[in-house]
Nanobody, 123 residues
Framework: QVQLVESGGGLVQAGGSLRLSCAASGRTFSSYNMGWFRQATGKEREFVAAISWSDGRTYYADSVKGRFAISRDNAKNTVYLQMNSLKPEDTAVYYC????????????????WGQGTQVTVSS
């Protein structure tokens, strides 16, 4: 079992940057694929980025490609989401999630979730 705790959210102006962190418990963190999702008010949860446990390959939603970067530090049991050039449409609650098996963009395939951290981008 994995427990996830996100941090790093906040209020930022458009064009600014934030780095989200997701700290995981459990000794097998390095064996889990990690993903970031977000949910804006009144909208469905959507995929943002994911990173494979096996080869570190990364995947991004088209809406964040070139602006966001996902990374992981297995020694610290932590996954990060560096968000640059933020836009008001990036405003959402951001969740990290983990799963075994293959990396996925589908939230329904992730078994473990954090509580979320709010990111608000003002125009």
């Amino acid at each position: 079992q994995v427990q996830l705790v996100e941090s790093g959210g906040g209020l930022v102006q458009a064009g600014g940057s934030l780095r989200l962190s997701c700290a995981a418990s459990g000794r097998t963190f390095s064996s889990y694929n990690m993903g970031w999702f977000r949910q804006a008010t009144g909208k469905e949860r959507e995929f943002v980025a994911a990173i494979s446990w096996s080869d570190g390959r990364t995947y991004y939603a088209d809406s964040v490609k070139g602006r966001f970067a996902i990374s992981r530090d297995n020694a610290k049991n932590t996954v990060y989401l560096q968000m640059n050039s933020l836009k008001p449409e990036d405003t959402a609650v951001y969740y990290c999630a983990s799963r075994v098996g293959t990396t996925s963009v589908w939230s329904s395939l992730y078994a473990y979730w954090g509580q979320g951290t709010q990111v608000t981008v003002s125009s």
